[in-house]
């Protein structure tokens, strides 16, 4: 096929698939691959999940789209659901289409409801390409920002350093925002310590704590939230990815403090909380709970880290199914191999992490199978 008509602006791996089920993909010579990427953390429920695509049919048939100007009761669900779901007091949610487009919201609704010029970000991040997102995201300034300058003062602070937060976030600060599990730094957790020292000094100066829960969020770590597995509140929590298992959709979940600030036209969006979106939302929430896969995401989690640390796999880290497998020679070179072999796994920005990211309902047998080959591989 002949692709020459899109922008070249990926790096693309030596696959094209052309039908998935399960955690499997087939490439167009037919050989099935398994799926521990899932596109990027998206695939939770795998493919051709069958309630997630009947959820889908089902709205398509009744109405595909309407805008926020007109009430429907998914989208009212979705967003009780989503609440339900968290565990977590939050009082309102605002729907969106991609992890960038919550935290430009998250960031919009701190630097208006603060007053303050500054957000601090933490060293390794990753939180978009658009502006305000791109600002935070560590490293972006020397990697295709594009932007002539940001829209606020940023500085970052060293991921675990305590020491260093009491001057990175002052009085001058709207916003904290964190990766509670940072995902393309290679699975990097930063701990209850750290993000609860966060926690404490953005209430001393009255800054707001943000978790980008976008790759870590729904379900990855084998809780609703990393904000319930590390026990600390965040004000706002943006998350998408595995929200809608493929369909493009996003939610910024704020507490009812920050839901007080708000007032009609202080956000807008045409698609985010179409009828579609909300349909997938809701049924990967049900999915999530009705086949108890937070359950089998801490148990596979442990299984891969209890059998996968083998030939050139030295360590791991991370949380639940967001994991880093440190390699002794440079991670892109082991993707390729494993790919020989009929694995797909991730990489990061750290050059000797392998990064897994597969959908819940992975089993033993598929660890099994990366467990062998990183064996074969050693050989």
């Known amino acids: 096929m002949d692709h020459s008509f899109l922008a070249p602006v990926f790096s693309q791996y030596p696959l094209e698939v052309v039908s998935a089920q399960g955690v499997w993909l087939t490439n167009s010579r037919g050989e099935r691959v398994l799926d521990l990427y899932g596109g990027h953390a998206v695939a939770g429920l795998g493919y051709a999940h069958p309630g997630w695509t009947a959820a889908l049919a089902r709205q398509a048939e009744a109405c595909q789209f309407q805008s926020n100007a007109v009430a ?33 919201n998250a960031l919009k609704v701190a630097l208006r409801m603060t007053g303050r010029p500054h957000v601090a970000a933490i060293e390794g991040a990753f939180h978009g390409r658009t502006a305000a997102a791109g600002a935070v995201t ?18 970052f602070i060293p991921r675990g350093d ?33 993000l609860a020292a966060l926690r404490k000094r953005c209430d001393e100066v ?17 809780e609703p939230f ?6 600390v509140r965040p004000d706002m929590l943006t998350t998408a990815k595995a929200l809608g298992n493929g369909f493009p959709c996003a ?60 030939g050139p796999v030295t360590g791991h880290q991370g949380a639940g199914l967001l994991i880093g497998l440190r390699t002794t020679r440079p991670a892109k070179a082991l993707q390729a191999d494993l790919l020989e072999c009929g694995i797909l796994a991730g990489t990061a920005s ?30």
């Open 138 to 155: 560590w490293g972006a300034q020397a990697k295709g920002y594009g932007f002539p300058r940001t829209p606020f003062d940023v500085s």
């Open 226 to 231: 990393a904000a319930n597995l590390y026990g």
């Open 162 to 194: 305590t020491s260093a937060i009491t001057s990175q976030i002052t009085a001058r600060t709207a916003a904290l925002i964190v990766e509670p599990v940072q995902g393309l730094a290679g699975a990097v957790d930063l701990g209850a310590a750290f």
């Open 251 to 310: 939610a910024l979940m704020m507490s009812a403090v920050v839901s007080a600030s708000l007032k009609a036209d202080s956000l807008g969006t045409t698609f985010g909380g179409g009828p579609l979106a909300c349909a997938a939302i809701e049924a990967v929430l049900n999915a999530i709970e009705g086949e108890q896969l937070l359950e089998r995401v801490q148990r596979i989690g442990d299984y891969i880290r209890k059998t996968c640390v083998v």
């Open 350 to 379: 750290d050059p000797n992490i392998l990064r897994l990211l597969p959908p819940f309902i992975l089993e033993e047998e598929h660890v099994d199978m990366l467990s062998g080959a990183l064996r074969d591989l050693a050989a």
């Open 72 to 104: 429907m009761q998914v989208r009212a669900r979705a967003a009780a659901h989503l609440v339900r779901f968290s565990r977590l007091p939050f009082a309102s949610v605002f729907f969106v289409n991609s992890g960038a487009e919550a935290n430009e």
């Open 206 to 222: 009255g800054a707001l704590l943000i978790f980008d829960e976008v790759q870590c969020g729904v379900g990855r770590t084998g």
